[in-house]
Structures are given as C-alpha cells and as structure tokens.
T-cell receptor
Framework: AQSVAQPEDQVNVAEGNPLTVKCTYSVSGNPYLFWYVQYPNRGLQFLLKYITGDNLVKGSYGFEAEFNKSQTSFHLKKPSALVSDSALYFCAVRDMVRSARQLTFGSGTQLTVLP | ETGVTQTPRHLVMGMTNKKSLKCEQHLGHNAMYWYKQSAKKPLELMFVYSLEERVENNSVPSRFSPECPNSSHLFLHLHTLQPEDSALYLC??????????????FGPGTRLTVT
C-alpha cells in the first residue's frame, strides 16, 4: 500500500529565510507526487506536482520541490519565505494501481513564517 | 476561488436531523470527490465519482449517502450522525481519473458540527 509521511507537524522560519517542508513516500511503481496548501477557512490549493522528468519541479507562489528517488523524498522548498506563506501544507501521492487513482495525503505540516 | 463551491459553509445539526451538503464545480471536470478533514488527521477520501458513477467508497458508514446527478453537482446526504462526524467536509474535482492533469481542485469546505 502507498503512504506519505510528513515528519514535522510544525515548521517555523523567519521571513526572508529559506524554508523546507519535508515529505517522504512509499509506493509500488513510479510515484506521482503533489503538494497542496491550505489557508485558514479555505480548501486545499494545488501548488505543484511531479510526474516525470526533471527532479526539480517549480510551482505556484515561488515554491519548488525536489524529487529524490533514492531517498524516496519530495521536499517542498522556497528560497525566501514570506509571512503570507504561513499555512498548512500537504504532500500527497497518487495511487496508480487502484481504478480510482486516488490521492493519499500526509497529515500536514503547519508552516509559520515569523516577521 | 478555485471554481468549486460548497454550501452551506457552516452547519450545526442534531443527531436526529437530516441535512445535505452541496458541491458544484464550474471547471468542466469529469471526476468529483468527497473528503473528510478532522483535526490532526490526514484527509480521508470518502467517495469518488467519475462521469456520475461512483467508483470508490472507502468504507464510509451508511449514514453518509452521496449523490451525483450530473458531472457538475455532488451532494452528501447526512442522517443520524454522531458527534465524531463533526469535521470539515471538502469537495474536490479533477479533469478525470486517468490523465496526468490529475490535480484536484478543492472547494472551501463545509464545517459540520454534530450536537
């Protein structure tokens, strides 16, 4: 069975500093990986995805993620954090075996960017 | 907003009530989803519909009954709920289940409280 782990419930970073939100995965076959962000009282918003190709994926709002097959990781990064980046971030992996191709989400990481 | 709307945004209901949650997507997508989001737990996929046919039912209690009358609308009918059913219920849509353009677009959710 596939799974996603986000080892940190909470990440704090100062504004202007680089940020990293960690994600590791376990799948059979090639992974389809996603990052979503959830702001307070809102639904999840798609940030970026890895399907195939370059290991460094660029997404919305200046975020990027690095796919590392040997470490089975897909960490989310941003070179310079903004206070407005404070939100709940979810990593997800797509099931390519079951007919519904559903997403399995991690438990989320709360990012707080301090001014 | 992402093109997926949900009503109501907030709902308080007693355990003997019957209510319905509504979701509408304006994106021309063919797949729709219901998720349950509880505090400090990963998102739980409840139901998946593709072209108005249910393709996934993840062992959800029968007190939750989905309905998809067309590809733009999805309902979740609720009856005799329990307090532990209190959560944020998220609706999402995607182009379809099989393409690489699989990212899901979420509505803002319905905050449900069962008293």
């Amino acid at each position: 069975a596939q799974s996603v782990a986000q080892p940190e419930d909470q990440v704090n970073v100062a504004e202007g500093n680089p940020l990293t939100v960690k994600c590791t995965y376990s799948v059979s076959g090639n992974p389809y990986l996603f990052w979503y962000v959830q702001y307070p009282n809102r639904g999840l918003q798609f940030l970026l995805k890895y399907i195939t190709g370059d290991n460094l994926v660029k997404g919305s709002y200046g975020f990027e993620a690095e796919f590392n097959k040997s470490q089975t990781s897909f960490h989310l990064k941003k070179p310079s954090a903004l206070v407005s980046d404070s939100a709940l971030y979810f990593c997800a992996v797509r099931d390519m075996v079951r007919s519904a191709r559903q997403l399995t989400f991690g438990s989320g990481t709360q990012l707080t960017v301090l001014p | 907003e992402t093109g997926v709307t949900q009503t109501p945004r907030h709902l308080v209901m007693g355990m003997t009530n019957k209510k319905s949650l509504k979701c509408e997507q304006h994106l021309g997508h063919n797949a729709m989803y219901w998720y349950k989001q509880s505090a400090k737990k990963p998102l739980e996929l409840m139901f998946v519909y593709s072209l108005e046919e249910r393709v996934e039912n993840n062992s959800v209690p029968s007190r939750f009954s989905p309905e998809c009358p067309n590809s733009s609308h999805l309902f979740l009918h609720l009856h005799t709920l329990q307090p532990e059913d209190s959560a944020l219920y998220l609706c999402a849509s995607s182009q379809d289940l099989n393409s690489d353009s699989y990212e899901q677009y979420f509505g803002p959710g319905t905050r449900l409280t069962v008293t």
